[in-house]
C-alpha cells in the first residue's frame, strides 16, 4: 500500500518562494509518478504538473509555467513542489498523489499554504 | 484545453439513488475517473476506468459513459455518502489531466 505523507502547513509573504515536500513509502519513488494538484478554498481540483510518460519529462499547467518547479530526491523517496513568486491566488491546500494510466490512486495529506502580507 | 462540466450540486434522500453527471466533448472517447472528498480530506478514488471500483469501495458506488456524458450512480445513499465528487479525465490537448468543478452531494 502507498503512502504519501506531505510537510506541514506554511505562511509565505507575497513575492515569495514556498516549497512543499512528499514522503513517499510502500514503494519507491522510482516506482511511482507523483504529480501536484491543489485547492484554492472553497473551489475545486487543479492539476499543477507531473511526469508525463509519453513525453518522458515532467510537464507544468500552462498558467503556472515558470514559477513552478517539480524534483524528487530518489534516496529519500520523496517529491517536492516548489511554487515562485507567490501571490494571494496560491493560496491553497496541496495535494501531491501517485497518477498511474491516468488516475490518481493515492493522495497526500495535503499541506496548506497561505500567502498573507 | 479540454473542459468537464459538472452540476454545482445533487440532493438525494437517504435510500435513494443519486446520480452526477460530468459532460464533455465525445467524453465517451475517454476514460473517466471519479473522486470523492468529504470536508478537511484528500480526495479517494471511487471509480477508474469508467466503471471499475478499487477494492473497498461499496458496490453501491457504479457509473457509465456514453456520448457526451460520464453518470456516477450511488445507490441506496447514506449520511455518509455527503461529499463532494470530481470526474477526471486524461486529454492530450492542452493541460493533460483536467478535473470537473465538482459536484456537492447532499443527503437530506
Known amino acids: 500500500q502507498v503512502q504519501l505523507v506531505q510537510s506541514g502547513a506554511e505562511v509565505k509573504k507575497p513575492g515569495a518562494s514556498v516549497k512543499v515536500s512528499c514522503k513517499v513509502s510502500g514503494h519507491t519513488l522510482t516506482e511511482l509518478f507523483v504529480h501536484w494538484v491543489r485547492q484554492a478554498p472553497g473551489e475545486g481540483l487543479e492539476w499543477m504538473g507531473g511526469f508525463h510518460p509519453e513525453d518522458g519529462e515532467t510537464i507544468y499547467a500552462q498558467k503556472l509555467r515558470g514559477r513552478v518547479t517539480m524534483t524528487e530526491d530518489t534516496s529519500t523517496d520523496t517529491a517536492y513542489m516548489t511554487l515562485s513568486s507567490l501571490r494571494s491566488a496560491d493560496t491553497a491546500m496541496y495535494y501531491c498523489?501517485?497518477?498511474?494510466?491516468?488516475?490518481?490512486?493515492?493522495w497526500g495529506q495535503g499541506t496548506l499554504v497561505t500567502v498573507s502580507s | 484545453s479540454y473542459v468537464l462540466t459538472q452540476p454545482p450540486s445533487v440532493s438525494v434522500a437517504p435510500g435513494k439513488t443519486a446520480r452526477i453527471t460530468c459532460g464533455g466533448n465525445?467524453?465517451?472517447?475517454?476514460?473517466v475517473h471519479w473522486y470523492q472528498q468529504k470536508p478537511g480530506q484528500a480526495p479517494v478514488l471511487v471509480i477508474f476506468f469508467d466503471s471499475d471500483r478499487p477494492s473497498g469501495i461499496p458496490e453501491r458506488f457504479s457509473a457509465s459513459n456514453s456520448g457526451n456524458t460520464a453518470t456516477l450512480t450511488v445507490s441506496r445513499v447514506e449520511a455518509g455518502d455527503e461529499a463532494d465528487y470530481y470526474c477526471q479525465v486524461w486529454d492530450s490537448s492542452g493541460d493533460p489531466w483536467v478535473f470537473g468543478g465538482g459536484t456537492k452531494l447532499a443527503v437530506l
Open positions: 498523489a501517485t497518477e498511474a494510466a491516468g488516475k490518481f490512486d493515492y
Open positions: 465525445n467524453i465517451a472517447t475517454k476514460s
